[in-house]
């Protein structure tokens, strides 16, 4: 048996559509046994798929088919603490864990590069692949099936903020709000703000991160998915948040802000409860520089 973690991600760090996402300190975990047949199991109270729909499963099981290997069945069991469809990289948790597990119990034929190309191509994007394999900020290029990256360490100075709706939104669903084309004028935008975004967080020079998550490609057309955004984003800013931004294609709202602002993450609860968003959950993350690991033998 094997056991694999996986931190969440929040990707596109507003401006960075598709391209920039960073790993969390909240984690799922994967145990993985080969057997004769295929067993799934959650070890909390998360509903997950517990046939061959199962995302963990198609993981493994596309890395056995890859590598030529016979796969008979698997032990699966899943700790979900990653809440599900709220732009925390949950579904990237599961392909991640699947493959770096899988990769694992055959020994290691495949290599990191190898495994980033298959996350970020089973998922779509690479912005919460890639995090979730790599930790730290990475910053990437999905190209013909061939993902092209940076990872960079993130000091731990900062605390990411983690503001979580009592509600799901499906990035498939959030994406159907996105237009087909957009201006030149406001690709410009996004893609400067994007950059500054990047090497901002690196250098820490942070206070450029309210204008560098500042986005035209998705956030103004996601907002009004996510009803109480704008005020959280307000109260946010009132506390002295650096930024604040929809967390990948949301419902989660994430605050960036100095980690020795010790009271923010218990400021913005209470603006919640006062707002009437009693059932939002608040988590207070730093970024991990680690990326998903087997744990146990
Ligand atoms: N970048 C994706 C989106 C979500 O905003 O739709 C994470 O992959």
Redesign the pocket.
């Known amino acids: 048996m094997i056991k694999v973690q996986i931190p969440a991600t929040s990707?596109?760090i507003g401006s960075g559509?598709?391209s920039l996402?960073l790993a969390v300190t909240i984690y799922n975990s994967i145990e993985l046994e080969e057997s004769d047949h295929l067993t799934i199991q959650t070890a909390d109270d998360t509903q997950i798929p517990l046939d061959e729909s199962n995302l963990v499963y198609k993981s493994v099981k596309y890395i056995y088919d890859l590598c030529g290997r016979s796969f008979k069945g698997m032990k699966i069991r899943q700790t979900n603490q990653i809440p599900i469809a709220r732009?925390l990289?949950s579904s990237?948790a599961c392909i991640v864990g699947g493959i770096v597990g899988a990769n694992h119990l055959l020994g290691e034929p495949l290599c990191q590069q190898e495994l980033v190309n298959i996350a970020a191509t089973m998922?779509?994007?690479p912005?919460?692949a890639a995090p979730a394999l790599l930790g730290g900020l990475v910053t990437a290029v999905l190209e013909k099936g061939k993902v092209y990256y940076v990872k960079q360490a993130i000091a731990q100075d900062l605390r990411f903020v983690a503001i979580v709706p009592n509600f799901p939104l499906e990035?498939s669903f959030?994406?159907q709000a996105l237009p087909r084309d957009v201006s030149h004028k406001d690709a410009v935008f996004n893609l400067s703000r994007s950059a500054l975004m990047s090497v901002s967080l690196y250098s820490g020079n942070y206070s450029n991160l309210k204008i560098a998550c500042d986005d035209r490609l998705?956030q103004p057309y996601r907002l009004s998915l996510i009803n109480g955004a704008h005020e959280v984003f307000d109260l946010a800013y009132q506390h002295g948040a650096y930024a604040a931004y929809i967390s990948?294609?949301g419902s989660t709202l994430m605050a960036i802000v100095s980690a020795e602002k010790k009271d923010f993450a218990r400021q913005i609860r209470e603006g919640c409860d006062r707002l009437g968003l009693e059932q939002w959950k608040i988590h207070d993350l730093s970024v991990t520089n680690v990326g998903a690991r087997v744990l146990e033998e």
């Open positions: 990707a596109n559509f598709d996402g732009g990289g990237s998922e779509g994007h912005d919460n990035t959030a994406r998705h990948g294609s």
